[in-house]
């Protein structure tokens, strides 16, 4: 008669983790509720599979680089109206990713474009996709050293791994010539490939001020917002707001 331990370590040796470690209590829960046979076989197979994918999206979270978790439940539709809860919704069947669209939100800093982003972002890791979450400062500066390194195809081809990627705050500095060029270089890969949520504190026909040349702006706009969700998101800064309200 095999003992718990030796039938868990088998389960190990085939690498079913989470039935290994979870043996002895599913053998009582099989035992509490009479479980058939066929019943028990597939409690397995459930509990291994539940456990596997709690530890894809924990992975994928950490993979994502969000700076913080921002929930979607967390979103105050009452002090942003420019935008209703049902538009963001429509989104959570990430039909979007699977047609290859993008989601841009453009508005004033402060008003909640990057708490939406990360919202939707977390929403398609537990959907079972993988999301980058990038700075646009800190996007331009991984594709500049890795031009430098003469591995700008390699970075880009790491991006395009990704179901998502979100680019936050593009706008906001100025770009140099080489930074323009290798932007252009990512959103060409990614486009009709991959997904873009895009937030930026400026409409596109503003874009030539930050890129300078209207000549790399133009074909980057196209790109994007063709197959494009767009959010014009208005108000006040709620971070100020709140900041003004503590301080009184």
Same mark, same amino acid.
């Not at 994502?64 to 963001?88: H, W």
């Not at 453009?106 to 993988?130: C, E, F, N, R």
């Not at 430098?148 to 990627?165: A, C, P, S, T, W």
């Not at 959010?231 to 309200?245: A, H, I």
């Given at each position: ?64 680089? !969000?700076? =913080?978790?921002?929930? /979607?439940? %967390? ?5 942003? #109206? &420019? ?100 932007? !252009?270089? =990512?959103?060409?890969? /990614?486009? %009709? ?5 895009? #937030? &930026? ?48």
């Amino acid at each position: 008669m095999p003992s718990i331990d030796q039938v868990a370590r088998q389960y190990r040796g085939l690498c079913l983790t989470a039935i290994a470690e979870h043996l002895p209590t599913l053998l009582s829960q099989a035992e509490t509720h009479e479980s058939s046979y066929l019943q028990f076989a597939e409690s397995l197979v459930e509990h291994e599979q539940r456990q596997r994918n709690a530890k894809r999206i924990e992975q994928n979270r950490k993979r994502a680089g !969000f700076p =913080l978790l921002k929930s /979607l439940e %967390e979103f105050d539709y009452r002090f942003q #109206t &420019t935008i209703s809860k049902r538009e963001v919704n429509s989104l959570l069947d990430f039909g979007f990713i699977d047609n290859r669209d993008n989601v841009v939100f453009i508005g004033p800093p402060g008003v909640g474009k990057t708490h939406l982003a990360i919202g939707i972002g977390l929403k398609a890791i537990d959907a079972g996709y993988k999301v980058s979450f990038n700075t646009a400062l800190g996007l331009m500066e991984a594709l500049e050293l890795a031009e430098l390194k003469g591995e700008l195809k390699k970075k880009i081809n790491q991006l395009l791994k990704f179901d998502v990627l979100i680019i936050d705050e593009l706008g906001y500095l100025p770009m140099n010539k080489q930074g323009m060029h290798n932007l !252009f270089q =990512l959103i060409n890969a /990614l486009y %009709e490939y991959r997904s873009v949520i895009l #937030t &930026t504190n400026k409409e596109f026909t503003n874009w030539g001020e930050f890129f300078i040349d209207d000549n790399v702006a133009v074909p980057i706009v196209d790109r994007i917002i063709h197959h494009s969700h767009i959010f014009m998101l208005g108000g006040e800064s709620y971070r100020l707001k709140s900041k003004l309200n503590q301080a009184s």
